[in-house]
């Protein structure tokens, strides 16, 4: 069995995102990017699943410039088996990305297909719900466990109520929530390995996927900010305050 | 054609007040026609609850038992065959809702609009985007329906006082059969539900252990609180995920929000930004809670705690 891991290029998560001040995006000008966490804890489960000898091969894909090619390096090194970077220089929704990814999945055929439940720019969490929808196929969506058997998986999800299980019949799409795992850390030898795996670069156009209508992004704005408070000295005070407000 | 439909959330008993807050969000485009769906095996009590939901029109009770377990494969295609009929789908922004609205989203051939924070105009929302350090508005292409998710935490629940028509609807879709519900574990709280409570008292790392947490446990209880926790705290096990408030957990907007020995990292504070009150616990008086909290008490939170607690 394959194991097709998406990865995104987003802003590292420790980068405090400012907003441009002339509203028009984000400031990503000479900031740190890294794999999108969630992508991560996700490939890190799928290499853990080939470890224990229940997959042949994991698969990292990206969609975007070389640029991402950087991040499918670090998946690489992490251990995934070859890349697949699909190049275009536009920024890609999460409609048009599953519908790129269910070409990639009709040509490996994998028995999973792995992503992050969300990527933390856009935070959209839509895609991989997506990609199972054109595929026809289960969804496991943020998962916090996978047990593999007989050619089903039973995935524990994180859900409002607590942990919901469910079981699903492969292939699947599944999508890692936080408690999955802790990814490993990249070693200097398999980085220097990974120069070495096979990364394939695929033409947007040459794969046939029809872009979907894009949602049109017409202004960025910073948050609103809530009023600076004040210190309390005491647990009496802050009842005091409490009570003022009607709190208590 | 202007109609709005809503997937409405319930547990067989009770309407989720997720599908409330859904209709108030909606009530910002302007469009009287709105309907509630609930997929179920038994509705009866829910419909009633649905219908007296101020603002809805219908309420559509599509009853089969494969709907006893909500399963985004199953109820997706439900929702894409009665798309034709409407100029917007809605749900709230649960774990359900971002479960399954994706889903129905791509079969109906639209992008999603997440987390709907503000409503413009009947195409044009506010979301926020990378942890809510930025509020993007966007605007959805004419010529398919506007599929979303609401925000709930920006809304407040509608009243009640409506007298919707309920209306039995016919399944349109077969079990795919590929996807089957086995158990759902924990929930079971005596307290109020953490998504909708009016007091959240929530711990953090500094609480240090599962049985210390018994002083968050015991705030609350005396307050007629729901607890809440860090993401820091839920991963040491401290408390089960459910409790976890936050960017990847629940965004909350309660009254008045205790956050007691938690620093504020930016993934928290983006689950508790639309609470009306903050008040902070901490010993380190650099801790960036204190940034944005309303009132804030440096000390140690197992002296301040059960003297609050005394004190009420």
């Not at chain 2, 494969?66 to 409407?86: C, T």
């Not at chain 2, 879709?173 to 005596?190: L, Q, S, Y």
Request: negative net charge; contains cysteine.
């Amino acid at each position: 069995m394959k194991i097709l891991v998406t990865i995104k290029r987003v802003v590292d998560y420790n980068v405090r995102v400012r907003v441009k001040p002339d509203g028009s995006g984000v400031e990503t000008e000479g900031v740190k990017m890294s794999i999108n966490p969630f992508d991560e804890i996700a490939l890190e489960e799928a290499l853990r699943i080939k470890e224990r000898g229940e997959a042949e091969e994991v698969i990292v894909t990206s969609i975007g410039g070389n640029e991402v090619q950087q991040q499918l390096r670090t998946g690489l090194a992490m251990g995934a088996d070859r890349a697949i970077q699909v190049e275009t220089d536009q920024p890609v929704q999460p409609l048009t990305a599953a519908r790129i990814l269910l070409k990639l999945v009709e040509k490996e055929q994998p028995g999973i297909v792995f992503l992050g439940k969300q990527a933390i720019d856009d935070d959209c969490n839509q895609t991989g719900q997506m990609l199972a929808a054109l595929w026809g196929r289960p969804q496991a969506t943020f998962a916090s466990k996978v047990e593999l058997a007989d050619g089903k998986a039973t995935v524990t999800r994180e859900v409002d109520a607590g942990l919901e299980v469910n079981e699903v019949d492969l292939p699947a799409v599944m999508t890692s929530d936080l408690r999955l795992n802790e990814p490993r850390f990249v070693k200097l030898p398999d980085i220097m390995k990974a120069k070495r795996k096979p990364l394939e670069t695929l033409a947007l156009a040459d794969l046939g996927a029809e872009p979907a209508a894009d949602l049109v992004a017409t202004a960025y704005e910073p948050p609103p900010k809530r009023g600076g408070g004040k210190l309390v000295a005491s647990v009496a005070e802050l009842i005091g305050e409490l009570k003022n407000k009607g709190l208590l | 054609m202007a109609k709005v439909l809503i997937i409405g959330e319930h547990d067989g008993h009770n309407l989720n007040p997720a599908t409330a807050k859904t209709v108030q969000g909606a009530s910002g485009l302007h469009i009287d026609d709105v309907d509630v769906v609930l997929f179920g095996s038994d509705l009866d009590a829910v419909a009633a609850q649905a219908a007296a939901v101020a603002g809805v029109q219908r309420v559509l009770t599509v009853t089969h038992d494969d709907f006893a377990h909500p399963l985004a494969a199953r109820i997706a295609p439900e929702i894409a065959a009665m798309a034709g009929d409407y100029s917007h789908i809605l749900t709230g922004s649960t774990t359900l809702g971002k479960d399954l609205l994706p889903r129905a989203a791509a079969l109906i051939g639209v992008n999603q609009v997440s987390d709907i924070m503000e409503v413009l105009d009947a195409r044009t929302f506010k979301r926020p985007i990378y942890a809510g350090n930025a509020i993007v508005t966007v605007q959805v292409p004419e010529g398919a329906p506007v599929v979303g998710t609401i925000r709930t935490a920006s809304f407040a629940a509608a009243g009640e006082g409506g007298s919707a028509e309920i209306v039995a609807a016919e399944a349109r879709a077969e079990d795919p059969g590929h996807t089957r519900f086995v158990r759902v574990e924990g929930g079971g709280g005596d307290g109020p539900d953490l998504a909708s409570a009016d007091i959240v008292i929530s711990g953090g790392r500094a609480l240090g252990s599962s049985d210390n947490f018994a002083v968050i446990h015991s705030l609350a209880k005396k307050m007629g609180a729901a607890v809440g926790a860090s993401r820091a705290a839920v991963d040491a096990g401290y408390v089960p995920n459910e409790l976890q408030v936050g960017q990847t957990g629940k965004i909350i907007a309660p009254d008045l929000y205790f956050a007691i020995g938690i620093s504020g990292a930016i993934q928290h504070l983006t689950g508790i930004k639309d609470a009306g009150t903050i008040v902070a616990i901490n010993k380190d008086a650099e801790a960036p809670i204190f940034e944005i909290a309303d009132f804030g008490l440096v000390g140690d939170l197992f002296e301040i705690v059960p003297e609050l607690e005394k004190a009420l």
